[in-house]
């Protein structure tokens, strides 16, 4: 079995507020039906009210980010299955939820994680 991730940035989400109950409620349905199936692993929503904080190797704190991440945002799950093909089935199911794309990625298996 592979670990996925599935993804997308908040700024994908172009929902007229009216309907994010819906889109909302689609989502998590099949978040229930992957959480059913055994597949899912963990997800959520970044807070992006709550800005990075790079820790550096001796402990100390800064607030900044690497550049590439600056706009990390929006909602992920992970999700364990047998194939891509699946992965991508999943997804698809997920992007017709929230009505946005979904990015996908392969986590390389270590079987120290």
Do not use: H
């Amino acid at each position: 079995m592979t670990k996925f991730l599935v993804s997308f940035p908040a700024s994908a989400m172009n929902v007229p507020a009216e309907e994010m109950a819906a889109v909302s409620e689609a989502s998590r349905a099949v978040i229930r039906e992957a959480k059913a199936a055994g597949i899912y692993v963990f997800g959520g929503g970044i807070n992006s009210e709550v800005g990075s904080t790079m820790v550096a190797a001796d402990g100390s704190c800064t607030s900044e980010t690497y550049p590439q991440t600056a706009q990390f945002d929006g909602g992920f799950c992970v999700l364990e299955l047998a194939s891509r093909a699946d992965a991508v089935q999943w997804a698809a199911r997920l992007a017709t939820a929230c009505r946005c794309a979904q990015e996908l990625r392969e986590f390389y298996y270590d079987p120290e994680s």
